[in-house]
């Protein structure tokens, strides 16, 4: 019988095997704890990829997770590797793009304890606004360094690559300075930017 370090190390082996971009062991750390602090117990999380944080937060913390990806390829990985791992009563896992995802329809007048945003990093900002409101402790944003090419000041060859770069620093720029939200920077693994509600009694 598998148990949830099997699966673990299967989905470990997998992303790098098949080069599914999955969080690394010590931002994997660092949010735990920080959710921990916050006593989370429901988690609504953009981007599943092969369901790997999920089940991590949902088995760490204890918790419930709703989480969304897009690639059908990932999503039916995701959906084996939480059966594998028995969880498919507490994680949850949708098919969608996420900012194309009518939320309410699922997930009508449902509050979350914490937000985690690491799908598309151009698109954290479009992320952060439509999910933001369903988040009632913490928000964390994943990879706002981008292998740290968001602090450099070399100039960025591929358009692409410099387009996503100045869509990440705009988004950040714009959370840590955000008039309702008190918001800092981790440089922990690909950089995490955790936020709150400004006034909130959970930082
Ligand atoms: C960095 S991976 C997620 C890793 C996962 N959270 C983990 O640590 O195990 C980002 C995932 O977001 C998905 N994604 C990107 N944009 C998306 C969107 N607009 N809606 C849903 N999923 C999206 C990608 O297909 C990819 O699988």
């Known amino acids: 019988m598998k148990t949830y370090i ?3 190390a299967h989905m470990e082996q ?7 971009p999955i969080i690394d062991s010590e931002s994997l750390t660092f949010l735990i704890q920080t959710l921990k602090q916050h006593e989370v117990t429901s988690i609504l999380e953009i981007g599943s990829a092969i369901g790997y944080s ?11 997770v709703v989480s969304v990806e897009r690639d059908i390829e990932r999503f039916e990985q995701a959906q084996q590797n939480v059966a594998a791992a028995k969880l ?25 304890d914490a937000l985690f945003i690491d799908a598309a990093k151009g698109k954290n900002l479009q992320m952060f606004e439509k999910f933001a409101p369903y988040a009632k402790k913490v928000i964390i944003t994943d990879n ?3 292998h740290g090419l968001v602090e450099t000041t070399e100039r960025i060859r591929n358009r692409r690559t410099r387009q996503m770069i100045n ?8 959370i840590l300075n955000h008039p309702e939200y008190d918001s800092h920077l981790e440089r922990v693994g690909d950089g995490l930017i955790i936020t709150v509600r400004k006034g909130e009694t959970h930082v």
């Open 6 to 8: 099997d699966v673990i």
């Open 144 to 146: 706002v360094l981008y």
């Open 54 to 64: 999920a089940i991590q937060m949902a088995v760490q913390l204890d918790a419930t």
């Open 14 to 20: 997998y992303a790098i095997d098949n080069q599914v």
């Open 88 to 112: 498919t009563n507490r994680v949850h896992l949708h098919l969608h793009d996420a900012l194309e995802w009518d939320f309410e329809a699922d997930y009508a007048e449902k509050q979350f």
């Open 167 to 174: 869509k990440i620093r705009q988004y950040n720029e714009w």
